[in-house]
């Protein structure tokens, strides 16, 4: 009777302690471990993002007895794209690589809609906890990647020799962070926007200090440009708030649509001899690769090529030299890769080929709504800049860097959603402009 009574007591004490964590706890939680996740373990995102929305269920249904309500438009959008993906196992040139990938992928958008509805339904004191972790997170980890930077990435190298990873002799150690830059560049909009209205200036200034010292030691462009682009999108809808969302969408439908023609506009003004202009040594094997890639879609432009095929395409065998020389001669230029090494290192380009134009059309649907949301919804123009100019920078990296499918990167995509969302004010947007 007493194991009984005991028991009983434990049980309520634990049932207790869970009602007391709520969905602030779980989304500041994994805010605070976003960016030391990305510098020392990157492919880590992967499982923080399974374990927050895992978590944001059960605070759910624990404390409110039901589970996460989807944003409707967005989560039809995202289910009707998901159903295009296991379908297309049926016309796929490799049914394996669909069928493998499909479940994990289809798991991550409906765990990356569950996040996104749990940042924008936090209460007052959920969005407290939440806002104090992600910018304590963002200066810890700024902080961090600014040592690692400085120091040749000696920690990650440390971690790296401590589990018995290959040793990095032949390249440069820095070239370890990039992933950590990329999502840097992404993760530092809900660091600095919480800090900017929330009036805590010191972190406000660290936190601008980190992201530009890692911009200009990084030896990466994609994230600089990146931020680049979305700054500059950021102050285009300060000045002109009703306008520039639109000219955004226009721009977003132009470059969806005419996507699989600009690689072959490119090359064709930059030529085959010389140094093609600004475009750098890595900028050019992206232009090779992307031509490949739109070369395929024109093989199979409505459908495409099947879910995750990318891959499939070639194989090491398939690895060519080619070369691009200066106007005297010399050597500017040489690779030695396949085609279309693994993806295309460009989203829109992959969708493309993967799905078609059915695939690219929803994907620019998705966009699209997320445009009008913040349009629309969010009133104050600071707020409505900094949604768009995240989404400018998202899309931009997405455009010129890793395979959209890969498990961490779109774990760290659906983190920065819910991080954002939470970053703007309940109900829409309320704040005074």
């Not at 003004?269 to 600004?278: F, K, S």
């Not at 992959?350 to 919804?377: D, N, P, R, T």
Request: with cysteine.
């Amino acid at each position: 009777m007493k194991a009984m009574i005991g028991s009983r007591e434990n049980s309520t004490v634990a049932d207790s302690m869970i009602s007391r964590i709520h969905q602030g706890h779980v989304l500041g939680t994994a805010a605070f471990l976003t960016l030391p996740m990305a510098i020392f373990a990157p492919k880590g995102l992967a499982p923080l993002f399974a374990v927050a929305a895992v978590g944001a269920i059960a605070v759910a249904v624990t404390r409110d007895r039901k589970l996460p309500r989807l944003p409707r438009r967005l989560a039809t959008l995202l289910g009707v794209f998901a159903a295009l993906c296991g379908v297309s196992a049926l016309w796929s040139v490799s049914p394996e690589d669909t069928l493998s990938t499909f479940p994990s992928v289809a798991l991550t958008l409906l765990g990356g809609l569950v996040l996104v509805n749990t940042g924008s339904t936090m209460d007052l004191e959920e969005r407290d906890w939440f806002e104090g972790a992600v910018v304590a997170g963002g200066c810890a980890g700024f902080g961090l990647l600014v040592i690692e930077l400085l120091s040749g990435a000696s920690m990650t190298v440390w971690l790296r020799d401590l589990v018995g990873k290959p040793s990095i002799n032949a390249i440069n150690p820095v070239l370890l962070l990039n992933s950590a830059t990329t999502v840097a560049a992404l993760y530092v909009w809900p660091c600095v926007w919480v800090a900017w209205y929330r009036r805590w200036w010191l972190a406000f200034a660290g936190l601008l200090a980190g992201a530009l010292a890692c911009a200009f030691l990084a030896q990466a462009g994609a994230p600089f440009a990146g931020l680049a682009c979305g700054a500059v999108l950021f102050a285009a809808v300060v000045s002109g708030p009703r306008v520039v969302p639109a000219v955004f969408a226009a721009f977003l439908v132009a470059g969806v649509a005419t996507a699989p023609l600009i690689p072959g506009w490119v090359h064709t003004a930059v030529g085959d001899v010389g140094e093609p202009g600004p475009m750098s040594y890595s900028g050019y094997h992206r232009l090779i690769i992307w031509e490949a890639t739109a070369n395929h879609i024109r093989n199979r432009p409505v459908l495409g090529h099947g879910f995750d095929t990318a891959r499939a395409l070639y194989d090491s065998s398939d690895r060519r030299m080619n070369y691009r020389f200066r106007a005297d001669g010399t050597l500017w230029w040489k690779s030695h890769f396949e085609p279309i090494p693994l993806h295309p290192h460009n989203a829109i380009l992959q969708i493309w080929l993967e799905l078609g134009i059915v695939g690219a059309s929803m994907m620019l649907g998705m966009l699209l709504v997320i445009v009008a949301a913040v349009a629309v919804a969010v009133r104050n123009r600071l707020d409505k800049a900094f949604g768009l100019g995240v989404l400018g920078s998202a899309v931009f990296i997405s455009s010129v860097s890793f395979g959209i499918w890969q498990a961490w990167w779109m774990g760290a995509l659906a983190l920065l959603a819910a991080f954002c969302v939470g970053a703007l004010p309940p109900s829409g947007g309320q704040r005074p402009d």
